[in-house]
């Protein structure tokens, strides 16, 4: 997070961070392999051949857990208390996005002020301001975005008008972007075709019939509230296991959650630090056998990690599987 490299003026062609791996043999002088932390903004438009006939609900999507939850930081710093738990990203959405991010897991808080994106009661981002992060994107690429409004966790349950609120909302400030709902078993070109590329996903099925030209029905998260990295790995290995919706996208959630005491007591020093126990992890799993079946891989911190590499090379490979299928059933 130290000495970020995002320019002020955001950089829609991939571009190298700055970050170096380097793989070296004793008895080589030259090194054999190399690679940069790089951005991604264009990802799927630069494999746009190879994808564009997956299906939603077969698609990889990196994602972000809570990515709302951000905070931005030019030099050393030292968090405090409420940051180190409140916060799971470093980036801002539309660093997010261009980084490579292609879902967006918010929740969402009804205050006097307006519609804010909260880490469950902790409010932090005015959702106005996020809506412009993401139409710059949208409006400067190709690229396709999932957003899940998955939890409301202030202002909805004693106030259920603030629904109506919400999706009236929506419509006004980033209406023009969104597709109507056409079900997950569309393919990424049948999404393209429609002119749009953003798709709301809403966690409230009573709401969501009745704006079908906005809202997407739920999207199933997978989490497993666990605190261990061996928890973490036994959790997703029975979700990657078991039969995915048949109807909708679903999320496996990879990231470790602290409970109350855990939290209190400070006993795994924030999200940061647990992220930075997991994310190698979850970057191995997923670019291994689990991304063959993976839809989305949400994770606290994503650009501590490889999923969004994992995706794009597992989309080309679901997509050629998918046609060496469609081949095998036309020979007979």
Known sequence: QEKRLFPEEPDFKKKCLGFWAVYWRWSEEEPVATTCLTTNPTWMQDNWDSIKNVRLKQVFLPGSHDAGAYQLAYSPFAPSYFQKYVFAQDESILEQLIHGARYLDFRIGRYPSGFWLNHDIARVHVLEFVFEDVKLFLNNTKEIVVIDLHAFPVGFKERPESHTELVEFIKLQIGDHLVGFMGYESTLQQIRDTGKRLII??????????????????????????????????????????????????????????????????????????????????????????????????????RSTGIVAAAIRWNREKSSARHHHKRSVLKT
């Open 201 to 302: 996903a809403y966690n409230d099925p009573s709401i969501v019939p009745k704006y079908p030209l906005y809202l997407w029905h739920p999207i199933s998260q997978k989490w497993g509230n666990v605190r261990s990295v061996p928890d973490l790995y036994n959790y997703l290995s029975k979700v990657m296991k078991s039969h995915p919706p048949r109807s909708t996208m679903w999320s496996a959630m990879a990231e470790m959650t602290p409970d109350a005491w855990s939290i209190l007591s400070d006993k795994y020093k924030g999200l940061r630090n647990m992220a930075d126990q997991s994310n190698h992890n979850v970057t191995e799993w997923f670019r291994d056998e689990w991304g063959a079946k993976a839809n989305i891989v949400a994770v606290d911190f994503i």
